[in-house]
Protein backbone atom coordinates (compact mmCIF):
# COMPACT_ATOMS: atom_id res chain seq x y z
CA UNK A 1 0.00 0.00 0.00
CA UNK A 2 1.23 3.76 -0.68
CA UNK A 3 -0.39 6.74 1.01
CA UNK A 4 0.32 10.11 -0.29
CA UNK A 5 -0.30 13.06 1.67
CA UNK A 6 -1.98 16.08 -0.12
CA UNK A 7 -2.39 19.60 2.30
CA UNK A 8 -5.63 21.17 0.77
CA UNK A 9 -6.90 24.81 2.74
CA UNK A 10 -8.14 23.14 6.19
CA UNK A 11 -7.56 19.92 5.39
CA UNK A 12 -5.36 17.05 4.46
CA UNK A 13 -5.77 14.42 1.19
CA UNK A 14 -4.75 11.01 2.36
CA UNK A 15 -4.84 9.35 -1.45
CA UNK A 16 -4.39 5.15 -0.92
CA UNK A 17 -3.37 2.94 -3.60
CA UNK A 18 -2.71 -1.24 -3.44
CA UNK A 19 -4.51 -3.05 -0.93
CA UNK A 20 -5.58 -2.76 2.85
CA UNK A 21 -5.58 -5.40 4.61
CA UNK A 22 -4.25 -6.68 8.14
CA UNK A 23 -0.67 -6.52 7.20
CA UNK A 24 -0.63 -2.81 6.51
CA UNK A 25 -3.56 -1.09 7.93
CA UNK A 26 -1.83 0.14 11.14
CA UNK A 27 0.02 1.98 8.39
CA UNK A 28 -2.80 3.74 7.19
CA UNK A 29 -4.35 4.50 10.91
CA UNK A 30 -0.89 5.89 12.45
CA UNK A 31 -1.46 8.46 9.74
CA UNK A 32 -4.98 9.16 10.10
CA UNK A 33 -4.32 9.82 13.79
CA UNK A 34 -1.20 11.77 13.55
CA UNK A 35 -3.47 14.45 11.52
CA UNK A 36 -4.67 17.30 13.29
CA UNK A 37 -6.57 18.90 10.68
CA UNK A 38 -9.93 19.42 11.34
CA UNK A 39 -10.84 17.46 8.11
CA UNK A 40 -8.71 14.16 7.20
CA UNK A 41 -10.04 13.18 3.49
CA UNK A 42 -8.98 9.49 2.34
CA UNK A 43 -9.28 8.87 -1.30
CA UNK A 44 -9.59 5.82 -1.95
CA UNK A 45 -9.50 6.17 -6.18
CA UNK A 46 -6.50 3.56 -6.51
CA UNK A 47 -7.38 0.97 -3.89
CA UNK A 48 -7.84 -2.54 -5.31
CA UNK A 49 -8.50 -4.50 -2.41
CA UNK A 50 -9.84 -3.94 1.19
CA UNK A 51 -10.27 -6.71 4.08
CA UNK A 52 -12.45 -6.69 7.65
CA UNK A 53 -9.57 -5.24 9.41
CA UNK A 54 -9.29 -2.05 6.90
CA UNK A 55 -12.88 -1.60 6.63
CA UNK A 56 -13.16 -1.61 10.64
CA UNK A 57 -9.75 0.23 10.95
CA UNK A 58 -11.60 2.95 8.99
CA UNK A 59 -14.82 2.83 10.76
CA UNK A 60 -13.23 3.45 14.21
CA UNK A 61 -11.27 6.17 12.89
CA UNK A 62 -14.87 7.81 11.59
CA UNK A 63 -15.96 7.41 15.00
CA UNK A 64 -12.34 8.29 16.94
CA UNK A 65 -12.59 11.58 14.91
CA UNK A 66 -16.46 12.62 15.31
CA UNK A 67 -16.25 12.36 19.09
CA UNK A 68 -13.58 14.44 18.52
CA UNK A 69 -15.28 17.23 16.30
CA UNK A 70 -13.18 16.36 13.49
CA UNK A 71 -14.13 14.58 10.05
CA UNK A 72 -13.07 11.90 8.51
CA UNK A 73 -14.22 11.61 4.57
CA UNK A 74 -13.18 8.60 2.70
CA UNK A 75 -14.24 9.39 -1.24
CA UNK A 76 -13.35 7.93 -4.45
CA UNK A 77 -14.47 4.62 -3.66
CA UNK A 78 -14.12 2.00 -6.47
CA UNK A 79 -16.91 0.50 -7.29
CA UNK A 80 -16.50 -3.23 -6.84
CA UNK A 81 -15.25 -1.91 -3.26
CA UNK A 82 -18.36 0.10 -2.99
CA UNK A 83 -20.43 -2.94 -3.63
CA UNK A 84 -18.67 -4.55 -0.67
CA UNK A 85 -18.83 -2.01 1.86
CA UNK A 86 -22.94 -1.51 0.92
CA UNK A 87 -23.41 -5.17 1.50
CA UNK A 88 -21.71 -5.33 4.72
CA UNK A 89 -23.67 -1.97 5.91
CA UNK A 90 -20.47 0.06 5.58
CA UNK A 91 -22.55 3.76 4.93
CA UNK A 92 -25.44 2.81 6.98
CA UNK A 93 -22.96 3.46 9.97
CA UNK A 94 -21.50 6.19 8.59
CA UNK A 95 -24.65 7.85 7.48
CA UNK A 96 -25.41 7.48 11.30
CA UNK A 97 -22.85 9.77 12.65
CA UNK A 98 -23.00 12.18 9.83
CA UNK A 99 -26.81 12.93 11.12
CA UNK A 100 -26.76 12.11 15.05
CA UNK A 101 -30.15 12.66 14.63
CA UNK A 102 -31.01 9.52 12.79
Known sequence: MEIRVRQKKGMV???VEGELD???VEQLQQ???RRTEE???IDLKGLRFIDSSGVGMLLSQVRHMYK???TL???RIPELIREDLEVI???RVLE???NPNA
Do not use: M, T
Request: proline content about 0%.
Open 89 to 91: GFF
Open 96 to 98: VLE
Open 22 to 24: FSN
Open 68 to 70: QGR
Open 31 to 33: EIQ
Open 39 to 41: VVE
Open 73 to 75: RIV
Open 13 to 15: ILE
